[in-house]
């Protein structure tokens, strides 16, 4: 079998000796390869969204509602403001039902499918982004740097520390995804998400896979 490793940049490493080390490895080459990107849904416009949902209703002017392109019509509701459009779109008004019909759409989502409408229809607002939506991932290193860092360099109150290979290969030997587990849930002096509440679980696994990796690569010389 090939010591090489796709994409997870350690296939340098000589591990052939140490069978628990390379099971280890071979855990950590998945998510090197497949990355954690996929987690963050990307957000959808709100033109997508009118014409897959509203126009059910929008585009022929079903129980009286505004058409898509019909200025006179939409110039009175737009006159409202988007707040209130938003929050009536949001519970429902009269024959229009609450989210349009479609409880999996957010209140910025719906907010973006009405200014879409009312563009359609003589207006020019400006599409709201989503407030909501997840900030980008934030990379091991960057999480490392800001949190775990404060107990991982030094070693504190037994923490394995960075760049001690075998106290990482020691706790990564079970399998990587205990080891991140064990992090999410907190352990001895350990406090759960190393004491940040808003790190999510594929952040979790970036921090703890650049820990690992920083601790077993071999020495730049
Ligand atoms: C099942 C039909 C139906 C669907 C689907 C629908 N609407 Fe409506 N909508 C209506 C009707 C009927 C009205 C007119 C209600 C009234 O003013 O009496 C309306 C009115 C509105 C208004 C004006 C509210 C106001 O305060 O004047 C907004 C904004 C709106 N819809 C947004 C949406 C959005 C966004 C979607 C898609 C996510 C959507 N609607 C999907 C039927 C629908
Ligand atoms: C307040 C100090 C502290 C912070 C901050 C901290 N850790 Fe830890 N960590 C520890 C200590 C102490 C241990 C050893 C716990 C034990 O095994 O008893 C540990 C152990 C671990 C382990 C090994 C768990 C196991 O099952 O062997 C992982 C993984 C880990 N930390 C990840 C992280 C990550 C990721 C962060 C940053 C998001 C972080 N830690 C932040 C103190 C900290």
Redesign the pocket.
């Known amino acids: 079998m090939s010591e090489k490793l796709p994409n997870c940049g350690i296939s340098s490493l000589r591990i052939g000796a140490m069978p628990s080390v390379r099971g280890a490895l071979m855990t950590i080459a998945i998510p090197f390869a497949f990355g954690i990107s996929h987690a963050q849904a990307a957000e959808r416009s709100?033109e997508s969204?009118?014409k897959e949902?509203?126009?059910?209703?929008?585009k022929t002017g079903?129980?009286?509602?505004?058409i898509i392109g019909d200025k006179e019509a939409w110039a009175?509701?737009k006159a409202?403001g988007l707040t209130?459009?938003?929050?009536?779109?949001v519970e429902g008004?009269?024959?229009?039902?609450a989210?349009?019909?479609?409880a999996g759409?957010s209140s910025p989502?719906?907010?973006r499918?009405?200014t879409y409408?009312?563009n359609q229809s003589g207006g020019k607002w400006t599409e709201p982004v989503n407030k909501a939506a997840p900030q980008k991932a934030r990379t091991g290193a960057q999480l490392v740097k800001a949190k775990c860092g404060d107990c991982h360099l030094t070693g504190a109150n037994g923490a394995p520390k960075i760049g001690d290979r075998d106290a990482w290969v020691n706790r990564v030997s079970g399998g990587l995804d205990k080891v991140i587990a064990s992090g999410i849930h907190g352990r001895g002096a350990m406090p759960p998400r190393g004491g940040l509440a808003d790190i999510t679980d594929a952040e979790m696994r970036a921090a703890v896979v650049y820990m690992f990796t920083e601790s077993t690569a071999p020495k730049k010389k």
Do not use: S, T, Y
């Open positions: 709100g969204i009118a949902v509203c126009v059910a209703c929008h079903e129980k009286g509602a505004p009175k509701r409202q209130n459009l938003g929050q009536h779109a008004i009269r024959n229009m039902p989210h349009g019909g479609n759409l989502d719906l907010e499918a009405i409408m009312v």
